[in-house]
């Protein structure tokens, strides 16, 4: 009975640990069209509203600042990353010691979902 028990927790544990795996895995993958996941674009808000929203807006623009509106912040990825992790002229703080990439990307995933037309 006892080496029944031990066996039901290590499987339980297991299949805890694979169920976290698999849903950061799906949390951070794109659709099969590249597009990022509604799960993707909701952290990103989040993270935005906590960790942007004082300097950009709650809206991603802050009129009357020296901030750019983030919805209209062209269509490159790289730059972005490049601009969170390291910040840009003394102006905005570098992030890439406080956020991770999934956050990051994340935050990319919201902005972009929001992009002016």
Request: glycine share 6%; charged share 20%; proline share 6%.
């Amino acid at each position: 009975m006892r080496n029944t028990s031990h066996r039901t927790v290590a499987i339980l544990a297991t299949v805890a640990a694979l169920t976290v795996a698999l849903a950061a895995t799906v949390r951070a993958a794109d659709d099969s069209n590249g597009n990022p996941l509604q799960a993707q674009i909701d952290h990103g808000k989040s993270t935005y509203a906590e960790r942007c929203s004082h300097c950009h807006g709650p809206n991603m623009m802050n009129s009357g600042t020296i901030t750019p509106d983030l919805r209209a912040f062209p269509d490159d990825k790289t730059r972005f990353i490049t601009t969170v992790k390291n910040g840009k002229n003394n102006r905005m703080p570098p992030w890439g010691d406080v956020l991770s990439d999934d956050d990051i990307a994340n935050l990319w995933a919201f902005i972009s979902s929001r992009r002016k037309p």
